[in-house]
């Protein structure tokens, strides 16, 4: 047992590193790193979809799964540079994986990278990628006990997405209850309502992103 919690004490001393390396890296190129963390089929790449096209700065995307190259296609098909990093079964990202991304990336060309991370709400919450904010999507199917359910990363998130809002209408969702348990949790977090089929309200989160972009090259 006590060799096990040095293990992993090395394990998260060792992704500390990395992700300091991260943040270091981000920081000499002026780069935003967002790392988007949601339940599988919560709407992470098609929210992308939707605001890579009409988003002011250079971006580009790493795209975390347990397998496949799906998310990586339907970004390339966006005009984006795009990782596409498996976890083989891993439940989340971790900022040695990150790190690795970032360097197939022209990071050069680049001002915000939006990390996609492995579909999951608990697991990618606990990590520290080196990003800059970690963005919660939740979406109107998956019902609106989520925040106070998994509270870890309602309230570290410095913004919530609530997606698929297309579909208030034909579910039984609470949408005043599911601001006010994210707002017991996260004051000060910002709040977004997208459709992200039809694209209604991606407009307000991009300008949230150039927002905050130019917040950290301000060095505000
Ligand atoms: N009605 C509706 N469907 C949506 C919306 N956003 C995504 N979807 C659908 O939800 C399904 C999952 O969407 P994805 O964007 O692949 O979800 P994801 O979070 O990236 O999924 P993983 O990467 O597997 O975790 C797809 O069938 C989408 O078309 C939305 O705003 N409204
Ligand atoms: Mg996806």
Known sequence: MNRRITLNR??????EVYARQVRERCAQGGILLVNLIGSPGAGKTTLLERVLPQMPCRCGVVEGDVATSRDAQRIAACGVPVVQINTGGGCHLEAHLVLRGLEDLPLDDLDLVFVENVGNLV????????????????????????????????????????????LLPYLPFDEELFWKDVESLNPRG??????????DGAEEWVRFLAETLETKRCGA
Do not use: I, N
């Open 10 to 15: 090395r394990v998260a001393l060792a992704d």
């Open 123 to 166: 697991c990618p919450a606990e990590f520290d990628l080196g990003e800059d904010f970690k963005v919660a999507v939740s979406s109107v199917p998956e019902g609106a006990d989520k925040p106070l359910k998994y509270p870890s990363l309602f309230s570290q998130a410095a913004c919530v997405v609530l997606t698929k809002t297309d």
């Open 190 to 199: 910002r709040r977004f309502r997208v459709d992200g089929l039809r694209g």
